[in-house]
């Protein structure tokens, strides 16, 4: 049961462009949303995060845009450049006692942005 | 502010052995908590650990078992290692309220031979 999705397995971009990857949800309890950037054997790096009760974050060139009735985000960055070429990680986590320290990943989106 | 340390980095076990791994949290996080990578699985929570108490856990069998310590400081152990516990293993670290962002360390890469 895969509660979190990430449908694209890979999106190639010129770099300065825009890239936008995709998540979707199907567990309506999830109220904090994250992405992460990870390189092979390394550990995930925080990028960006936005609560339930908000529908855009931004952070440099990042924007994270949650839309809740169709329990979907996305992850904008602007402009694209050669260093973000990495695997991008969506994750979920909910209130309460089940949910600490738990984050549910996605299956992981591989960027390339091409010079 | 020094992020999540975790060693060892590499390990090579036998099947059948035991292996631990140790993981210190940032600065005042009291929270840390343990994941499992492999590319079939992708990423999977294992348990969490707040001020010495298991809070959370997966769905994991029991060779897997943790514990944290007074000072934040947490070790995870795999007993009688198989083949399939060959992975990425990721501490993360939290303050430790619903809601907090979770860091992750660099991780201890497990192969069982």
């Known amino acids: 049961d895969q509660q979190v999705k990430q449908n694209s397995p890979s999106l190639s971009v010129q770099e300065g462009r825009i890239s936008i990857l995709n998540c979707d949800y199907t567990?309506?309890?999830?109220?904090?949303f994250l992405w992460y950037k990870k390189y092979p054997a390394e550990g995930p790096t925080f990028l960006i995060s936005i609560s339930s009760i908000k529908d855009k974050n931004e952070d440099g060139r990042f924007t994270v845009f949650l839309n809740k009735s169709a329990k979907h985000l996305s992850l904008h960055i602007v402009p694209s450049q050669p260093g973000d070429s990495a695997v991008y990680f969506c994750?979920?986590?909910?209130?309460?006692?089940?949910?600490?320290?738990?984050?549910?990943f996605g299956q992981g989106t591989i960027l390339t942005v091409h010079p | 502010k020094a992020g999540v340390t975790q060693t060892p980095r590499y390990l090579i076990k036998t099947r059948g052995q035991q292996v631990t791994l140790s993981c210190s949290p940032i600065s005042g996080h009291r929270s840390v908590s343990w994941y499992q990578q492999t590319p079939g699985q992708g990423l999977q929570f294992l348990f969490e650990?707040?001020?010495?108490?298991?809070?959370n856990k997966g769905n994991f069998p029991g060779r897997f078992s943790g514990r944290q310590f007074s000072n934040s400081r947490s070790e995870m152990n795999v007993s009688t290692l198989e083949l399939g516990d060959s992975a990425l293993y990721l501490c993360a670290s939290s303050p430790g309220a619903s809601g907090n962002t979770i860091y992750f360390g660099e991780g201890s890469w497990l192969t069982v031979v």
């Open positions: 994750a979920a986590s909910g209130v309460g006692g089940t949910s600490y320290g738990k984050l549910t």
């Open positions: 650990y707040f001020s010495e108490t298991q809070r």
């Open positions: 567990n309506s309890m999830f109220d904090y």
